[in-house]
């Protein structure tokens, strides 16, 4: 059974490791994080400073003890209704067995019952069709009136699509 508990400096260098192969790891990536690979002490400490403004949780997966996904939920309203997941991935050796929709639901229901809040969104790429339907999957669809985005990767235009959900 899966759990998704408060991140741990500890769980960094296990994290950080899935990213090792950056191309590899932008092609299954929902997240745009534009400066992979990063260290396990940065961040470490990028989290410990966000965490103190209380909008900004990071958390791991774990199952049967083992760490298998990460993601962090931001709230970028005041009033903290609307929750923006991010830096939403899986060990890569775990791929393709539904470890990403279950922590999706495990993170809808933290945002909701913990902290109340009733939408969650996230930026998903569209060269990345394996995380596109686990989004819908999950319940998410895509916001039509926000601007699109183009990043160019890896010598390939990637477009970035917004997704939303209600909680």
């Not at 109340?116 to 319940?139: D, H, K, Q």
Request: proline share 5%; glycine share 8%.
């Amino acid at each position: 059974m899966m759990e998704l508990r408060p991140f741990r400096p500890e769980d960094a260098e296990i994290i950080i490791g899935w990213t090792d192969n950056e191309p590899d790891f932008r092609r299954w990536s929902a997240d745009r994080y534009d400066h992979y690979p990063i260290k396990a002490e940065d961040m470490v400490s990028a989290y410990e400073a966000a965490s103190g403004s209380g909008r900004f949780s990071a958390y791991t997966a774990v199952e049967d003890g083992e760490v298998v996904g990460h993601m962090i939920i931001r709230y970028p309203d005041e009033d903290m209704k609307a929750a923006r997941f991010g830096f939403i991935i899986v060990d890569p050796k775990k791929r393709r067995r539904g470890l990403g929709r279950k922590m999706i639901g495990l993170a809808k229901d933290t945002a909701r019952e913990k902290d109340g809040a009733v939408i969650a969104t996230l930026g998903v790429f569209a060269n990345n069709e394996p995380a596109y339907r686990c989004y819908l999957a999950a319940g998410f669809s895509e916001v039509p009136d926000i601007k699109e985005e183009y990043y160019h990767i890896f010598d390939e235009d990637w477009l970035c699509i917004e997704m939303s959900c209600q909680l």
